[in-house]
């Protein structure tokens, strides 16, 4: 089980909240070179942040970041519609899922196939709930077919997908790093646990 110390735990969250701040897309201070990172802060959050409140500030700051897009000149309101619940248990999924993955963290090879499975899930969880919920229920398409969202997930999921291992494959060589100094630093803990 992965558990940090609460100052690393808060270091973690206010690199986190940056990472979002930074890349939400359609604001005032989005870096447009940067892919968005919302799906892996949601995801890392669970992972590294061991308070249930995290969920419920990272979706409260997502909904400040949208909807300060929505009051200036820079956003649209497109995508605030009734569907925007619908981002609730999309990013709940990652959340979630990182959470899955954090009670069953060991540092060795086998942590990539249970990153590898809580990843994908979460994240065929989060583009259902999300993309699902905005195609099916915003209103803004005035037909909708299963033949046509599917199209639309062939080419948008991959994108997703690649900003989301982007930013969770940098978090865990980082992870690895600071892990093998430790681990360095520190050799007699590791010989005895």
Same mark, same amino acid.
């Given at each position: 089980m992965l558990t940090l110390p609460l100052r690393h735990q808060y270091l973690i969250g206010s690199i986190l909240i940056i990472l979002m701040i930074a890349t939400r897309e359609y604001h005032f201070a989005s870096l447009h070179t940067l892919p968005g990172a919302s799906w892996a802060v949601f995801f890392l959050a669970g992972v590294y942040l061991s308070s249930s409140w995290s969920l419920l500030g990272f979706l409260v700051l997502a909904w400040i970041l949208d909807f300060s897009a929505?009051?200036?000149a820079a956003g649209s309101d497109f995508c605030l519609t009734s569907a925007y619940i619908f981002l609730l248990p999309?990013?709940?999924?990652? $959340?979630?899922?990182?959470?899955w993955f954090a009670a069953r963290y060991q540092?060795? $090879?086998?942590?990539?196939?249970?990153?590898?499975?809580s990843l994908l899930i979460g994240a065929m969880l989060c583009e259902l709930f999300s993309?699902?919920?905005f195609y099916f229920f915003s209103g803004q398409f005035e037909e909708t077919t299963f033949a046509e969202f599917w199209q639309r997930e062939l080419h948008y999921f991959p994108l997703y997908l690649q900003s989301l291992l982007f930013y969770?494959?940098?978090?865990?060589?980082?992870?690895?790093?600071?892990?093998l100094i430790h681990k360095s630093r520190h050799p007699q803990i590791n010989a005895t646990g």
């Open positions: 929505y009051f200036t999309a990013y709940g999924a990652l $959340w979630v899922a990182g959470r540092f060795s $090879w086998r942590a990539l196939a249970s990153l590898s499975i993309s699902g919920g969770v494959g940098t978090a865990a060589t980082i992870h690895t790093l600071f892990v």
